[in-house]
């Protein structure tokens, strides 16, 4: 069984990168996450997923197989060039399809979001880095 992290992000396109912006706690109605989560069901469920609600822009995606790849925390992946810390691996073609999948239902999607408000137009999903992860990301963004 593969348990990911999943947080609904604003993506935006400049010029030749692809940059994740996060939301803040209590920026996004949990009515609106609900809706999304049960938009995007049937696209998780197709790889026999379950995706839930956990907490305001915590969600949870459990796989009952392993899936073979590497993800980055959002944080690390925040504000940086998305291209360089998307998924790798053995399966990381198929994420990243996922992912598109995703971005093209939010943007067809009928959810209505509160003005003023960037829009969610994507998700995120990860996993727990290990301990020697945290260890070179800390050392290699020290300054």
């Known amino acids: 069984m593969s348990t ?25 109605p949990v ?24 907490d305001d822009l915590r969600w949870q995606l459990q796989l009952p197989q392993k899936a073979s790849i590497h993800t980055t925390p959002i944080d690390w992946a925040t504000g940086g060039n998305l291209h360089k ?15 598109n999948e995703t971005q093209m239902m939010l943007h067809d999607a009928d959810v209505k979001q509160q003005s003023g ?3 969610i137009n994507g998700i995120w999903v990860w ?12 050392w290699s963004h020290r300054r």
């Open 31 to 54: 009515e609106v996450q609900q809706q999304l989560i049960e938009l995007l069901t049937p696209l998780f469920a197709e790889e026999r997923g379950e995706l839930q609600y956990v």
């Open 4 to 28: 990911f992290h999943v947080a609904p992000v604003h993506l935006v396109a400049d010029w030749d990168l692809l940059r994740l912006f996060q939301f803040e706690r209590g920026e996004v």
């Open 85 to 99: 810390v998307m998924p790798q691996g053995e399966d990381a073609l198929r994420w990243k399809q996922l992912l």
């Open 127 to 138: 996993r727990d880095p290990s301990l020697l992860n945290r260890v070179q990301h800390w």
């Open 117 to 119: 408000q960037l829009v």
